[in-house]
């Protein structure tokens, strides 16, 4: 069937503004992206033949080459993490090797490689523009890393272990999927699940709905309990059951570690592979490589993260501290020996008690339309843009998405954005992204004379409209919107037309969550949070004195989170330094070794969160995961600068958003990250301001990052 598809009708292979996500099906992966592969392999043995150290005769051809791949690739991908299929799985499964051999093809490319190397050794080289430099260093650095310089039996070694981890992770991801749906909890008695706010219990009466009991009300049930984030978290957060938390928790962290779905022995592989990788490349172990294209190295990254372990850690056992003489007042039975299933739960009403805050009674206040009107108002007020709905103008692979135009101060579009809100957990991996659709590029300009524009997806996994109410939203979710946002700004906004370097591209990884995590301050700046908390039914705006309790509540528990994340982030770095796979020690002993640092309470025994940890063994934050603190510090630092201007000051944040806009949203990978910085804010980054904003200053704090 999928042979007598013809490339002419193809939607893969068609020449489009916008993917055609709504006519791509299965059937059409493995017929396009084999007709598409053999196009670029002819591209590239012109490219090859014909190649010369200039601009027109290597880069803009090669930019070609790896944007038709990148795109219509990214189509595949993007489906398959939106509107996933056993169908697709397979289509993907079965092409990817071809995919993979061609890339490693491109990157190992000698004629390319010697052509680039000349362009550096020639005497035109001081002449370059900053981007050109950068896009010449940077692909020397990456074709090495990509082994162009292995002899022929390692290269075919290398080549081989490329292959192997690309299929592994991705089964890594399936499994973690596949067994985040495979948890249902069918609820009948409305006791056992007493607690559980209104959103929530519609939530789960809808999910009962929708397999198959087709009488469930959030009222009277019955209501199923899946892992999906927004039914896990309100469990934990809310449900009085303590059994049925116990049991949550413990399906949640013990994912993908069991039967035909455990991803131990993947771990183990992944590992191996990566370690062998270095090794062929002559690094000591894959987090040196990992560092190769990053602002930190391993020993600045380690030291970071030291310097906010010690200034989180007492706050952290005061925040257990205190979880257990309040849960002891509230003559809880476990009080004096709390777990994890308990932590949540306590805190939130603790957090309640304190502020007086309960996060499900603000929802109201948080309609999904109102949170997208006041973040496109603060882009105008920062950087100068209209955002208008341009939905119909580009397909959309369900009905759910929205389709956004950007516009700039003078009325011309500069870019677009689909936002896929809701979560979908049959076809829908959970959390939350931001990815490029195609990036701004001269080279691939629509009309041969202006750049093509850049296009973004933004995508959420946050509790969907129920009934006639809109999408109601946790500050937490907000939150996740406004860090999207950010990436999808700096994709954006970009001024670079050389395409190599526009947008997020050839930012090194760890100052990729810069403007994400800056755009997250502004949803506790007055202003901003006000025009977007009204009430959906009401129209009254969020009460002055629940707001100070919001920005009160901000430091609550800061320094338990921030140990959270140092333990993701050390067990990272632990696995791709130090840890010899099949040695004597465990992946789990090295989770347990290092979270006798970073945890208060040590996990489970047959705790396996790291069987789900696909940040790390599918994602790109393979001894990555540190970026994430990395560029707190730098977000933060970004944002005094506006405190430091005055936040009340519309003039001066107005000047301080363009001076934001032209440097960190504008200049693209073109620049050293650190160059950019400077650029924007006058010195070099402190991490003085995360630990202020987050309440842990005692401790004094030197570390640059």
């Keep these: ?407 700039d101060s003078s009325g011309n579009p500069i870019a677009y954005f689909y936002f896929d809100p809701y979560t979908r957990s049959s076809e829908k991996r959970g959390g939350a992204w931001m990815n490029e659709v195609v990036g701004r590029s001269r080279v691939l300009s629509r009309d041969g004379t202006s750049a093509r524009l850049p296009v973004a997806h933004m995508v959420c996994n946050q509790t969907p409209p129920v009934g006639s109410k809109p999408s109601l939203m946790t500050f937490h979710e907000v939150e996740t919107v406004f860090h999207e946002f950010g990436h999808a700004l700096q994709h954006m906004l970009t001024k670079q037309d050389e395409g190599l370097v526009s947008g997020i591209r050839g930012i090194e990884w760890d100052a990729v969550e810069l403007p994400s995590q800056f755009m997250e301050n502004w949803c506790y700046h007055r202003d901003t949070l006000m025009s977007i908390a009204k009430h959906y039914e009401t129209g009254e705006s969020l009460p002055e004195e629940v707001y100070l309790k919001l920005l009160a509540a901000r430091t609550f528990r800061a320094g338990s989170l921030s140990l959270r994340q140092i333990r993701f982030a050390s067990v990272d770095l632990e696995l791709h330094t130090k840890y010899v796979p099949g040695g004597s020690e465990s992946v789990y002993d090295v989770d347990r070794r290092v979270s006798e640092k970073t945890q208060v309470i040590p996990p489970l025994p047959e705790d396996r969160f790291l069987c789900s940890f696909i940040h790390i063994f599918r994602g790109g934050y393979a001894a990555g995961y540190y970026s994430y603190k990395w560029a707190e510090v730098l977000s933060a630092d970004a944002f005094s600068a506006f405190e430091d201007a005055g936040l009340d000051d519309n003039k001066a944040v107005k000047e301080t958003g363009h001076k934001f806009r032209e440097t960190i949203l504008a200049l693209g990978g073109g620049k050293a990250p650190e160059e950019v910085f400077v650029e924007f804010r006058g010195r070099e980054p402190s991490p003085e301001a995360l630990l202020r904003h987050n309440g842990l200053l005692s401790i004094p704090a030197t570390a640059s990052a």
Excluded at 20 to 43: N, Q, T, W, Y
Excluded at 153 to 165: A, G, P, V, W, Y
């Design 1 to 407: 069937m999928e042979d007598s598809i013809s490339i002419e009708s193809n939607p893969l292979l068609q020449d489009f503004d916008f993917p055609p996500f709504d006519a791509v099906e299965p059937k059409h992966v493995r017929p396009g992206i084999r007709a598409l592969l053999k196009s670029l392999e002819d591209d590239l043995l012109e490219l090859e033949r014909t190649v010369e150290p200039t601009w027109p005769k290597l880069v803009e051809p090669l930019e070609k080459i790896g944007d038709r791949l990148n795109v219509v690739w990214g189509i595949v991908n993007h489906l398959k993490a939106v509107k996933d299929s056993p169908e697709l799985r397979s289509a993907i499964e079965e092409v990817q090797p071809e995919k993979v051999k061609f890339r490693l093809r491109l990157q190992q490319s000698k004629p390319i490689y010697n052509a680039f190397k000349a362009i550096q050794e020639s005497p035109d080289w001081p002449t370059l523009s900053d981007a050109r430099k950068r896009i010449v260093e940077s692909q020397i650095k990456e074709a090495i890393l990509n082994g162009v310089s292995l002899e022929d039996d390692k290269r075919e070694q290398f080549n081989k272990i490329k292959q192997e981890l690309e299929k592994i992770s991705q089964k890594f991801e399936e499994n973690v999927l596949d067994a985040t749906k495979k948890f249902e909890k069918l609820i009948i008695d409305k006791k056992e699940i007493e607690g559980l706010p209104a959103t929530a219990l519609g939530l789960a009466a809808q999910t009962a709905v929708s397999k198959g009991h087709e009488n469930a009300t959030a009222e009277d049930g019955p209501w199923i309990i899946t892992l999906d984030a927004p039914s896990f978290i309100s469990v934990m957060q809310h449900a009085r059951n303590r059994s049925l938390r116990e049991e949550v928790y413990r399906a949640y962290v013990t994912r993908a570690s069991s039967g035909d779905l455990d991803n131990t022995a993947l771990i183990e592989q992944i590992l191996k592979l990566r370690l062998e990788r270095a090794k062929l490349l002559n690094y000591n172990n894959y987090a040196e490589v990992s560092m190769a294209t990053k602002m930190a190295t391993v020993e600045k990254a380690e030291e970071l993260l030291e310097k906010l372990r010690s200034a989180s850690r007492n706050a952290a056992v005061q925040d257990v501290d205190d979880l257990k003489v309040f849960s002891k007042n509230q003559g809880a039975k476990e009080a004096d020996e709390l777990s994890h299933w308990d932590i949540n739960f306590w805190s939130e009403r603790l957090r309640e008690s304190k502020f007086d805050i309960n996060e499900e009674e603000l929802r109201p206040f948080f309609s999904l339309p109102k949170v997208m009107d006041g973040l496109f108002n603060l882009a105008k007020t920062l950087f100068g843009i209209d955002t208008e709905p341009a939905d119909g103008l580009a397909p959309v692979w369900n009905s759910d998405v929205r389709f956004y135009r950007v516009k």
